[in-house]
């Protein structure tokens, strides 16, 4: 028999209970029972479950009423005050966007109703009765503007409240162009706080009101009805026509509003009509001037405004001549040669103390550039030796005199002289140049003498009318030439000897020739023998026949049996 057929025969043997079948019958229940405590009693798990159904709870429950809302703002005022407690630049930030336009608007409001009301007043500033009010206004402490405002309003009414007289709330308000607004309902709170304190302190009966109360500059009137009452603030002492204004208003809101008034329980909207009627109470009275007293004060501000024209156009010739002497001022300590140190008044004039050098530039020089006049400015320089490198190179051209041709210029002390001049100038520049203040050497590589020039040119011009004679196919001179070698030779000392300190570059060429007799190669070799053999000669004459050069040139000319010479002079630039 089979394992599955023994295991049958044994279940079939076997006598089942309850215990064995409760797996089966509940094992789903058991596992979600153990799911469920799972949950509440593991954290996460339970802080998971509850996020997933809070959001849907939070919306039932606010469509079912505000019991959520109630029940959560003792907490969420507690959390956000302890969030401004500790944290409050996180709660500005927070707010940083609604609460900036608001106080913008503010900010924007006050200002154009400040400019309105300057704009109003500004015409009676130019009066005598202005210094005065100016000095209130700093001995009070006022505003100017509320100052001129008192003296020129003999009053203005600036605001009409509507208001309901058994709640106390305002029903409409109005307020006067370019005045503020205010709080409609902390005016209400503060009227009705007056009303029952005077009340209660005299024991008035109900029917009996608060008629007039003051702070400060203002006036409040109040006009009482069966149903409403109406308040005007007003600045200065309001006459009786704002009494009778309010009267009439009021009346005539009882006969237009009498059940609205009657039936009111909180509902505004029904009362905006009422803000035509309002305005007709906002109105103001100035105080009537005589006319010969305005054409005093016009007279008066005439010739104030005249004073300030001539104080301002003074003003600005003191600020010119002022800017003038400054830039002049700045110009001096821009020359070489002059250091200022000291400027200011003395006497009703200006003045510039200072060292200058005597090559200086005359401070007295740069006045009619800058629009001043000797008398406007005293100049007080002592003299003295600069060495600014612009004065010591005009005191080496006043004390060494170079001939024209000659420059001079000073860098890093040391004075450069270019040019050409006699040497006796030369001699006397070497022996002057470095006792001058400001120049430690001279630099005269590049300064060369003019006898040297002319003497350099001279023994060319010699040497070139020289003529070596050869006989017929030698090449070696006849002893009757010695003298003109001789003369060659010093010639030649003398050109190599002056030319580099005339600032020449020599070229001396010794250029054989031949005549006609021979073939052309016979006279090319003949004529290259004749100048290497004067050269030769030269050499034996203490010439350096390095500093020369000798060419043949075979026949090129008819009279050829002899060397001559080719001398080329030209400034040491050229020739390296």
């Not at 501000?301 to 700045?330: K, N, P």
């Amino acid at each position: 028999m089979s394992a599955r057929l023994r295991a049958r025969a044994r279940r079939r043997d076997h006598d089942y209970t309850l215990d064995d079948l409760r797996p089966f019958l509940v094992q789903p229940e058991q596992e979600r029972l153990k799911s469920l405590e799972h949950k509440l009693e593991t954290p996460d798990a339970l802080a998971e479950a509850i996020g997933e159904v809070l959001p849907r709870a939070a919306v039932m429950s606010q469509k079912r009423g505000e019991e959520l809302s109630s029940a959560m703002q003792p907490l969420m005022l507690s959390s956000i005050h302890e969030v401004v407690r500790k944290n409050p630049e996180l709660f500005a930030d927070a707010i940083f966007p609604s609460i900036g336009p608001a106080i913008r608007r503010a900010a924007r409001a006050a200002l154009e109703a400040f400019v309105q009301r300057v704009d109003d007043m500004v015409q009676r500033t130019m009066t005598v009765e202005s210094l005065r009010w100016r000095i209130e206004a700093a001995r009070t402490g006022r505003p100017f503007i509320e100052v001129v405002m008192l003296h020129n309003l003999a009053y203005r009414v600036e605001h009409v409240f509507l208001v309901h007289r058994e709640s106390g709330l305002v029903l409409q308000h109005v307020a006067a162009e370019s005045v503020a607004p205010e709080d409609p309902d902390q005016v209400s709170a503060m009227l009705a706080a007056l009303d029952d304190f005077t009340r209660d302190a005299f024991r008035e009966e109900k029917e009996a009101g608060l008629s007039r109360f003051c702070v400060g500059g203002l006036t409040g009137v109040v006009e009482h009805g069966p149903r409403a009452m109406l308040v005007a603030i007003v600045r200065g002492i309001a006459s009786k026509d704002v009494e009778a204004s309010l009267a009439e208003t009021l009346e005539l809101i009882h006969r237009q509003y009498a059940a609205p008034l009657e039936r009111f329980q909180g509902e505004v909207a029904a009362f905006e009509p009422t803000r035509d009627a309002l305005v007709g109470c906002i109105r103001e009275e100035r105080i009537q001037k005589p006319a010969s007293r305005r054409r005093g004060q016009l007279v008066l501000g005439a010739i104030a405004v005249l004073v300030m024209i001539a104080v301002g156009i003074t003003w600005s010739l003191w600020h010119d001549q002022h800017r003038r002497f400054a830039a002049y001022v700045e110009a001096l300590g821009e020359e070489p040669g002059l250091t200022i140190t000291r400027t200011g008044h003395d006497g009703g004039r200006r003045f510039v103390e200072g060292l200058g050098d005597p090559l200086a530039l005359d401070p007295a020089a740069l006045l009619a550039a800058h629009g001043l006049d000797a008398s406007d400015v005293e100049l007080r320089f002592k003299p003295v030796y600069s060495l600014d490198p612009p004065i010591t190179e005009r005191r080496a051209f006043q004390v060494l005199k170079p001939p024209p041709g000659v420059s001079l210029s000073l860098v890093n002390g040391t004075l450069l002289a270019a040019g050409v001049a006699e040497r006796a100038w030369i001699d006397r520049a070497r022996l002057l140049a470095t006792s001058l203040p400001g120049v430690m050497a001279l630099d005269d590589t590049r300064l060369f003498e003019a006898e040297a020039i002319t003497s350099a040119e001279a023994a060319a011009a010699a040497l070139e009318g020289i003529q070596i004679s050869f006989p017929l196919g030698s090449t070696r001179p006849p002893h009757a030439e010695r003298a003109r070698l001789d003369a060659a030779a010093r010639a030649v000392q003398e050109i190599l000897g002056a030319a580099p300190r005339g600032g020449l570059s020599a070229r001396i060429e010794i250029v054989g020739h031949a005549d006609a007799t021979g073939t052309p190669e016979r006279n090319q070799r003949l004529s290259e023998e004749r100048a290497s053999m004067v050269a030769a000669e030269l050499d034996e004459r203490g010439v350096a026949t390095s500093q020369l050069s000798a060419r043949g040139v075979g026949h090129a000319d008819l009279a050829a049996r002899k060397v001559t010479f080719a001398v080329r002079l030209s400034p040491a630039s050229e020739g390296s």
